[in-house]
């Protein structure tokens, strides 16, 4: 597997360079998986290789091949992710009182933006020969690592904590995936996927290790660019896990800036649950670090996220912040979402929105800024915490008077002065 476009792999604690063109997931130097490494690229070599019009057309983020970590020659493992669409949202820009559109990446093929960093994934896994691929997750990457799997005629051997939503867990079944509901968190999910890792030398999409994952994480910050060139947002809003896909979109957007396809940067804003806020703690420099996940939005559900670095570089050097948001707010946040635009969200989705109103009044986003939020995950995947937030449905008779009582009795009600 060559890849001339590749510079070096970069330790992000202690800058030693590794060859990309073996497997290395993290630098040997640090204890753990501490040393996270950091792809660095030949910019002359992609732009040799590219030679796409930015013109907002894009079919899916293999536009942006160029800049991926794979061969020339290699045959991508595809289902069409990326290309999502950038919607005008003004019903939700007046409730929340400020200007913003919507990236919906819950239109993926397996309803999550991890299609980008699985579909690059399980490209290298078969550049390299593997025949098995692994992952801890949360349950979104566990589905979208198995799609890929299936796609591809690979195996998938997956690690999910026991309580994910059930949809989640279903996912990756149908794709034929094994699913091994840990009996613990997804912190202890993790921690065995690379003992696995280890033992049998499986490939492993887990995102913060792989250092090709965020790269495919950038396609959101490229397309994010090309969509809004001319009328780059003041800010770019995401929920933050691990924290991968904050960093991976910042290093998509920065790039496309340094290289003049787009005029500026927006600032990040980060947002994290109250019951999972490593990283928001990190970055506003907290030291009672609680290290137990505790919220319904499971995606970001993360204890020890595995990215606080990378996370808190983006939040720093776009001039951005994190926030934290409760879980009746992201509740909120995601109905808001659902009868203001049309647009289901799972919690962890929503989440940007319920971030949004926090950061607007705190007087981080001022009434003028302008703001785009990433919706990362479809609403479907996980139905049990919405049916928490909406008054279910009524159960009438089949006869018309059981509907004229409603909707009269409404209509009388409304008209009384
Ligand atoms: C994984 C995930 C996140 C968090 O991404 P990180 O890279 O872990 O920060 C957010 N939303 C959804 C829907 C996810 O699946
Ligand atoms: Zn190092």
């Known amino acids: 597997m060559e890849l001339p476009h590749v510079r070096t792999l970069e330790c992000t604690l202690c800058g030693e360079t590794y060859d990309p063109e073996e497997i290395i997931y993290t630098c040997p130097e640090h204890e753990g998986v501490a040393g996270i490494l950091e792809v660095k690229y030949d910019y002359d070599e992609i732009l040799d290789r590219f030679d796409e019009e930015l013109d907002g057309n894009i079919d899916s983020q293999w536009k942006y091949r160029a800049f991926l970590p794979v061969a020339d020659d290699a045959a991508v493992v595809t289902l069409g992710e990326g290309g999502t669409d950038l919607l005008e949202t003004p019903r939700l820009s007046e409730e929340l009182g400020v200007e913003m559109r919507i990236k919906n990446d819950g239109t993926n093929p397996t309803g999550c933006f991890k299609d980008r960093a699985s579909s690059v994934a399980v490209t290298i896994a078969r550049e390299h ?9 949360t349950g979104n990457a566990a589905a979208s690592l198995a799609a890929y799997a299936a796609r591809s005629g690979l195996d998938a051997r997956i690690f999910v904590p026991g309580d994910a939503p059930e949809g989640k867990l279903v996912q990756p079944l149908v794709y034929g995936a094994d699913v091994l509901a840990v009996e613990g968190s997804y912190d202890e999910a ?28 950038r396609t959101v910050g490229h397309e994010l660019a090309e969509q809004t060139r001319g009328e780059v947002p003041d800010w770019v809003v995401f929920s933050m896990g691990d924290g991968c896909t904050i960093a991976g979109c910042w290093k998509g957007f920065s790039e496309f800036a340094d290289l003049d396809f787009v005029e500026e940067t927006p600032k990040m804003l980060g947002v994290q649950a109250e019951g999972a806020s490593g990283i928001h703690d990190a970055f506003h420099e907290h030291d009672d670090v609680d290290e137990i996940a505790d919220t319904l939005a499971d995606s970001i559900a993360v204890g020890r996220p595995r990215n606080t670095l990378k996370a808190c570089r983006a939040l720093e050097e776009s001039g951005g912040t994190a926030v934290t948001v409760t879980d009746e707010e992201i509740l909120a946040a995601e109905t808001l979402l659902g009868r203001s635009e049309g647009i289901y969200a799972e919690p962890a989705g929503a989440a940007p929105i319920a971030g949004i109103q926090r950061a607007v009044e705190e007087g981080i986003i001022a009434p003028d800024e302008t703001v785009v939020a990433v919706v990362t995950g479809f609403g479907l995947k996980d139905t049990a915490s919405a049916k928490r937030a909406t008054d279910g449905v009524t159960s009438i008779e089949p006869t018309l008077s059981a509907v004229t009582t409603r909707y009269d009795a409404e209509t009388e009600s409304a008209s009384q002065p």
Request: one cysteine or more; glycine letters at 8%.
């Open 129 to 137: 020969g593997r025949d098995v691929v692994t992952c801890a997750s």
């Open 190 to 217: 993790y921690d065995l996927s690379l003992e696995v890792t280890d033992e049998y030398g499986w490939y492993n999409r887990n995102a913060a290790i792989n250092p090709f994952q965020v790269e495919g994480k």
